[in-house]
Structure formats: C-alpha cells, structure tokens
C-alpha cells in the first residue's frame, strides 16, 4: 500500500484565511455604511439643482434663494446657495456647484471625496 499524499487534496479557506477575509469584508462595509449617505445627499443636491435650474428665476440671488429654501425641506447641508455658481447659457440657467466631504475612518486617516455637478447633465 502506497502512503503520501492523495490525488484529491483539500482545497478551501483556511482559518486565518477566513478570518482576513471577515476583517476586510467588515471594513468595506464599514466604510460602505459612511460613505452611501454621501452619495445620497449628492444625488439629492444634484435632483435639486435641476429643479431649480427648469423653474429658472428673474436673477441669480433669486434662483440661489429658491435653492436655500428646497435644501432646507430636504435635508442638505454641504451646499448652500452662496455655494452655487449661476451662468445664463442662451435663454437656459445653468448652475454648477462643487465640494468636498470628509469622512473620518480612524484615528488621523479620513476619506475625502470631492462631488462636483451641474444642472447641465454634465460634469464640469
């Protein structure tokens, strides 16, 4: 009878492998959990710049006020209508706007993203 090693090895994860593997997985999520409420807020600044944008308004004081009132029903912060650079192109309003968010990880290292976006379906 041959003795040694079986044509049929184990093959798997081990242990500490597995446990890694929980280490990273738990981070992601971590930083995944911190970062999607940016990302809301962001796609909600952008649906509010659009609207504003379409309802147009007689100056650009008087589209950024229109700007500070929706934000204020819906929750955002990180941009105010001070914040918004208000352009005509043509008979069309168009307004950017752009910021940066700091999401602290641990101890001195944190996560900056920088949004930018435009009533103009583009990214200027």
């Not at 242990?15 to 409420?37: C, S, W």
């Not at 500070?68 to 105010?80: C, L, P, Q």
């Not at 043509?90 to 940066?100: C, H, L, P, T, W």
């Amino acid at each position: 009878m041959k003795h040694g090693r079986s044509r049929f090895s184990q093959r798997g994860i081990s242990f500490i492998g597995l446990l890694i593997l929980g280490v990273i997985l738990a981070l992601l999520a971590i930083v995944g959990a911190r970062v999607v409420p940016t990302v809301a807020e962001y796609l909600s600044i952008q649906k509010t710049v659009r609207k504003v944008a379409a309802d147009g308004g007689e100056s650009p004081m008087v589209i950024k006020q229109n700007f500070d009132k929706v934000a204020a029903a819906d929750y955002i912060d990180s941009v105010t209508g001070k914040d918004l650079e208000v352009t005509k192109n043509g008979d069309k309003v168009v307004i950017n706007f752009a910021y940066d968010k700091e999401i602290p990880l641990f101890g001195p290292a944190f996560l900056l993203i920088k949004y930018r976006g435009s009533s103009d379906q583009g990214y200027r």
